[in-house]
């Protein structure tokens, strides 16, 4: 399945949501000049802090080189959300903390609570575009569904590391937007902890969790399970959702072994489209009552590190699995479908720190092997899937080698440099729709060059210069203008910024640009050969991200933290034509001009803290407004969220009132180009005001 938990047919439909193909033209003065003074305007307000002398910030380890490393060797820009941010603030979903905390984007274009994830303007193919890792292992799918991000509880996280425009030497392809890596709580020596949690809220919401930690030598244990349900915000939304995520550690001198294991759940009603009377009149209406679907997935992770001399080596082994079935009422006479996927991993990698010149440096080098296996099966019963009828199964090998090497030219300037090549093998079968056996092996490959220099204590320059690649899917190849399969997609980034920090402060302020050749997207347009119906996927003409980011983090007093971030993006067609229409120079659909979020912890009383955050989407284009020719625009919206949290003993009470204001909105709306809706635009209505209360007790 596609986007979420919407079934792909060759025949459009309002839920295979559209994008276009787009072109080359150059950026206009005017956006040149908003980057230079949002850029000047932050570091002129960030001027005067600089004053203060306070000793330097202390290390945070890290792992985005995918080794244990200090993060003041990490890459520049990156973004980390600790446990304790976590657990104050109001997300009660990991998609809604990324969207609070990580400067990411996120829509509802299904009712799934797996929403879609966009970092820097990707619109519809945002989660195509950006990289999801669960302990360093790939957790993108090579098809159209959503990253399966609700599945992790929040409890069981240690923190997570977003590498904006990064990532694609070190992991590879989809990673265009950047990489999102979610690190998992590890067994603690010598620690033996455990918490239980209840909460109930809103729209019949239930939560129940529980998590252990029993750390020895040479043996620990971590291990946290979550149970979720709701009935909706709309009718015929009902979500029930159990999720299991563990860890067992072996650890011998300085050689240690691991074991993740997690497994998941979920049963979902889908409520469909709202047209815009539908949504006026009745926003919690169900357009399609009796359309569900059934997920069963589960991972295994395998481990290993330890130095051999002054190298460091280690190794991943992973294997993920999901099933999921799903009813679609238009679909008949075959409603029923039914996607078995399978994927096997294997990194092995080592890292050399040395010196050379009088330069201390750090070597790092590895390879990824992946086969990744689909099969997605059409029937008029649940019991009809081994008869035959249409389907599709596709494979897909790749075998990916990088080196990345980290050098400290002076004191105050840093080197960064990698390269990696890949080999990728597609293989897709298909029948019933039209009968397809088509193969195709590419070779795309990324670089990086960054350097990152100290202009005085507090203050830093950097500059980066990258490329990366993105290959098609499964069911992007499914429905393609020409009927062969598509080319690997490109980009070449550009990427400046400063920083200042001092302990108590951080504050950053970038700008970037992304130009793609090749970009992989829908057309609503196009007519495929061999097809009387519009829609196809195609390699696009020339296009283009760009952007300014601002983000700061403040302790204001020891009891006060502000946090906030602000994003100004703009996504172009560089160049193209596209059924006679002519779309150079305009907007890509569903990619919001403005981003912004605040956040805001207040120790009101010694185990008392109220903790608010608001967060601001501005206005963008409907999908299938590719030419931009819509007279409207979705409208802007922002939400504002409270949670009150008070420890007493081991007891954690908290208290969270969600959209305060009772914003009426949505995220995600589609020009209704095939007439599902009868009006001009299909929306997916947002949750109102919502409560939620919890307790959790901690044992130890």
Known sequence: MPRGAVPIRSVPQLHFLSQLDAGTRGRMPREETLKRSITVALVAAAAPLALAQTPQEPAVIVTATRFPESRLEAPIGMIIIGAQE???????????LLSHLGGVHVRDNSGSPDTQIDLRG????????????????????????????????????ERIEIVPGGGAVLFGGGATGGAINIITKAPVSNVNTGSVLAGYGSYGSAEASAGVNSGGRPMGLALNAGHQESDGYRRNNRLRQDSLIGGLRYSEGETSVGLKLGADTQSLQLPGVRSETQYENDPRGAETPGDWSERLGGFATLSFERPLGSLGLAADLGYRANDSTAYFAAFAPTPYSRIRLRSLALSPRVRWPFAALGMDSVLVAGLDWGDWDYDRRFASSLGAFGSPGSSTSGTQQSFGVYVQYHGQLSPATKLTAGVRQQRVADHRIATGFGDFDQSQTQTPHAEELAVSQALAERWRVYGRLSTSFRVANVDENGSTVSGDLLKA??????????????????????????????????????????????????????????????????????????????????????????????????DVPLVPRQLASLRLS???????????????????????????????????????????SHESGDWRFSTAVNNVFDKKYFSYGVIDTFGRCGTPTCVYPQAGRSFFASAEHAFK
């Not at 603030?89 to 990991?94: C, E, K």
């Not at 575009?129 to 509880?153: H, Q």
Request: charged fraction near 25%.
């Open 602 to 644: 207040w120790r009101v009383a010694e185990k008392t803290v109220l903790g608010a955050s608001a967060k601001y989407v501005g206005r963008q284009r409907y999908d299938n407004d590719q030419d931009n020719a819509f007279p409207r625009l979705m409208p802007a919206y922002a939400l504002f969220d409270l949670k009150l």
């Open 86 to 96: 976590i657990a104050r603030d109001t997300a009660r979903s990991l998609p809604d």
């Open 122 to 157: 990707f619109g519809i193919t945002g989660d195509q575009n950006t990289l999801v890792l669960l302990d360093g292992v790939r957790l993108n799918e090579n098809d159209l569904n959503t990253t399966k991000l609700s599945a992790i509880p929040l409890e069981s996280i």
């Open 489 to 586: 997609q490109t980009a070449r980034h550009k990427e400046a910024g400063i920083e200042y920090r001092r302990p108590g402060l951080k504050l950053r302020a970038n700008v970037y640009e992304i130009n793609l050749d090749n970009e992989i997207y829908f057309s609503p347009i196009v007519i495929p050969v061999g097809s009387i119906f519009p829609g196809a996927n195609a390699n696009l003409s020339p296009t283009r991200r760009s952007g300014v980011e601002l983000t700061e983090q403040w302790a204001i007093t020891p009891n006060l933290d502000l946090a906030g971030s602000y994003a100004h993006q703009l996504a172009k067609f560089r160049t193209g034509v596209y059924g006679g229409i002519d779309v150079s120079g305009k």
